[in-house]
């Protein structure tokens, strides 16, 4: 990855990020279930990828990488720059397609969104619409 893009998230979108998720976790708790269920409402073609996970323990592990990547791509940006483009390639060999890979991104937002209630400000709408717009290329170039 060039240096031109390895420039680090501004501080306030880290910090508006990072309370997002707080929030999030303290009003919602254990994310996961609502996480895949809105990405099979939303993209039922895609739940049949995880028929062999039947304990759930894959959607947990990939939940919370994700949930790691996007607080490393927001704050020192240590490795997720590189993470996301090579599981981006590594999930099209799962037949996942770039687009559905991103759009977990955004699925994850919107339960944040969610789970916050009350608690989400339009900061935290902007931080995340940021982040999401940088993410996408990194998924695109991975
Ligand atoms: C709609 C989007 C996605 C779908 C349908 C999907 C699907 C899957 C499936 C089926 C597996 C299990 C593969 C196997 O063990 O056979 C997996 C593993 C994994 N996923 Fe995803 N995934 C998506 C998005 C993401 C995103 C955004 C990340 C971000 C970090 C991610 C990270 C991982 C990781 C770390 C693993 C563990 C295995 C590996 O390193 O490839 N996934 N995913």
Redesign the pocket.
């Given at each position: 990855m060039g240096a031109a893009v390895q420039v680090n998230a501004p501080a306030e979108q880290s910090a508006l990020i990072g309370a997002s998720l707080e929030l999030a976790a303290e009003r919602g708790g254990d994310l996961t279930a609502a996480v895949y269920a809105r990405?099979f409402r939303e993209?039922p073609e895609?739940e049949p990828?995880?028929v062999?996970?039947t304990d759930a323990a894959?959607r947990g592990?990939?939940l919370a990488?994700?949930f790691d990547?996007i607080l490393d791509f927001v704050g020192e940006r240590a490795y997720a720059g590189h993470?996301?483009g090579a599981?981006?390639t590594?999930?099209e060999g799962?037949l996942?397609p770039r687009e559905?890979?991103?759009?977990?991104?955004a699925?994850m937002r919107d339960v944040v969104q969610d789970a916050c209630g009350a608690g989400w400000s339009e900061d935290m709408a902007d931080a995340w619409r940021a982040t999401l717009a940088e993410l996408h290329h990194y998924v695109a170039a991975g």
């Open positions: 990405l993209r895609l990828l995880f062999m996970d894959v592990e990939m990488r994700a990547a993470l996301i599981e981006a590594n999930h799962y996942v559905a890979f991103a759009s977990f991104f699925i």
